[in-house]
């Protein structure tokens, strides 16, 4: 059963077409990734399932709820944490987590949500006093003190450095062993293709693919990328003739090619050195990234 269904949802501001015809599923208890460029919609399409804005037309159903009639029992049963969150900043911690729970029936204790967020330090803390990665962390706090079945986190680690980043991971990575629903907003493709089991592909308000990393990798760009060199150097010929090779250039001092069957193509490049008396070296293979999906379907970098 879908935690999430979303069929044709639309938004505009003015002549802006916020939201396009979007439609996708969110399978229960999987991480589902919303990948795209800032400007996309991505927030926009968040804050209409979590009830947060109004759609122009579509239909939304959230753990079988409707979004229009249903709004007040879907907040029971969501939890969200928005890309800026404004706190008490004379609340410590501890106080702020408490304080959020009060505001419901089903409430997770402090210390739970300390443990998970790794805040167990700075729980008597004010909040002014921390980290831009702790405050984010206490935001995701927040997000489930009702227990929630389907976490929203909207771009949840703009802005922080890697190792900040990776315990904001470590926190998605528990709640998919708790087994909830986690729909993540996010512009970095390694996020994406690190926390996601599904990923939809987002630009100008449409989605225009969706997958798994490796479906979406498989579909839009499949091929794999070896460079090497051969010593001495062998006439292009040569590398265009080993096995699966379906284009090779110079590169650096070497050869780089492209190929479908990248373990046959190894093989084929050894031998080739070996026929033509020649060592092969400095072999590096790299597989396409959701970035390079991004590239193939729309011609334009996700940086851009």
């Not at 709820?65 to 404004?86: F, H």
């Not at 998605?172 to 909830?180: G, I």
Request: aromatic share 6%; hydrophobic share 40%; with cysteine.
């Amino acid at each position: 059963m879908a935690a999430i269904t979303v069929t044709d949802l639309k938004k505009s501001y003015g002549d802006i077409k916020a939201v396009d015809g979007v439609s996708f599923d969110v399978e229960e208890k999987e991480v589902f990734g919303i990948l795209g460029p800032n400007g996309a919609g991505k927030t926009t399409t968040l804050e209409i399932i979590e009830t947060l804005r109004d759609d122009d037309s579509g239909e939304i159903t959230v753990a079988g709820l409707d979004v229009r009639r249903d709004s007040r029992s879907i907040k029971e049963v969501i939890g969200v944490q928005l890309q800026t969150t404004v706190f008490f900043d004379k609340l410590t911690v501890r106080e702020t987590i408490e304080l959020f729970a009060s505001f419901y029936n089903n409430r997770v204790k402090a210390e739970s949500l300390l443990e998970l967020a790794g805040l167990e330090e700075r729980s008597n803390a004010m909040l002014n006093e921390l980290s831009g990665g702790q405050h984010k962390r206490v935001s995701i706090a927040l997000a489930l003190v009702n227990d929630p079945k389907i976490v929203f986190l909207d771009e949840p680690t703009t802005g922080l450095d890697p190792q900040a980043r990776r315990s904001v991971w470590d926190i998605v990575t528990r709640l998919r062993e708790q087994e909830k629903t986690v729909v993540v907003t996010t512009h970095y493709i390694e996020e994406a293709e690190y926390l996601c089991d599904r990923v939809a592909v987002m630009d100008h308000g449409h989605i225009i693919a969706t997958g798994t990393p490796d479906e979406l990798i498989d579909r839009y760009s499949p091929e794999s990328h070896i460079t090497f060199t051969l010593t001495p150097t062998v006439d292009e010929s040569v590398v265009r003739a080993i096995t699966g090779v379906r284009g090779s250039r110079p590169y650096n001092g070497g050869y780089e090619v492209s190929t479908l069957t990248p373990q046959e193509t190894l093989v084929g490049i050894f031998a080739a050195a070996y026929e033509n008396g020649a060592v092969a070296d400095q072999v590096s293979m790299k597989r396409a990234t959701l970035e390079d999906v991004f590239l193939k379907i729309t011609g334009r970098s996700l940086r851009e």
